[in-house]
């Protein structure tokens, strides 16, 4: 639940709000009771895997909060598989173990619909662009996190229709956390990921034409001119 914590007051409303989540029947007008603010606040959800969800799914999100706000940020497609491949196997085997995985059982997780469906970007905002109009829906980059964090949040600020002064945005947001550092992508799995997303990221520049959509652009190409041919 995305909320401004400095507005949150503290004590009973946050216990209040937790006997309802674990407490209360799970049903739609229980989901929807989650969502509501007090003074001075917004609320909302964040999970990456509402991006992936399907159009019924979807259709259901908008019956149930017609006028919610979605916020989509998108990373590089092929950065994007690596840090989810490195992430599965590394819980499993341990980072250094990323290297010694059988190249042919990375290709096959690679190539699986529903892990390459939260590279798909171009097709998931399609989808909720489908029932929410383009004034509920806020794009953003990765790099933007790193490269210009304070315009980004402001950016995001304004989208909500929160105060974006220089006074609402936190001291904290030019510090790293939750950091993973992960091996080196290798150069076959580079371009393997090259093949398989090329297309999506060519309709992502022709959609978007920014900087960071021309770098990921780039990168593909690159990945597919140095790599050796991967049969998919």
């Known amino acids: 639940m995305l909320r401004d914590y400095r507005k949150v007051r503290a004590g009973e409303q946050t216990a209040s709000w937790y006997a309802r989540y674990y407490l209360f029947l799970r049903t739609q007008s229980w989901y929807v009771s989650l969502f509501t603010p007090s003074d001075n606040q917004i609320v909302g959800e964040t999970t990456p895997r509402y991006s992936i969800l399907g159009e019924k799914k979807v259709a259901k999100v908008h019956a149930l ?61 399609e989808q909720w662009e489908d029932f929410y109009p383009s004034s509920q829906i806020f794009v953003g980059f990765y790099e933007q996190v790193s490269d210009a964090p304070k315009q980004l949040i402001k950016s995001i600020y304004q989208f909500l229709g929160v105060d974006s002064s220089e006074q609402s945005i936190p001291l904290t947001v030019t ?26 990221i060519e309709k992502l520049h022709e959609r978007f034409n920014n900087q960071y959509t021309a770098e990921w652009l780039r990168s593909a190409q690159q990945y597919l001119s140095a790599g050796c041919d991967h049969r998919l």
């Open 65 to 125: 909060m017609p006028h919610g706000k979605i916020i989509y940020l998108l990373r590089d497609p092929i950065d994007q598989m690596w840090s989810d491949v490195a992430m599965f196997h590394s819980a499993r085997f341990g980072h250094e173990g990323l290297h010694t995985i059988d190249e042919e059982q990375v290709v096959r997780f690679l190539k699986d619909s529903k892990h390459l469906a939260s590279s798909r970007y171009l097709k998931n905002l």
């Open 175 to 200: 510090r790293k956390v939750n950091v993973h550092t992960y091996p080196k992508m290798p150069d076959h799995i580079a371009h393997v990921l090259a093949q398989l997303l090329i297309g999506d």
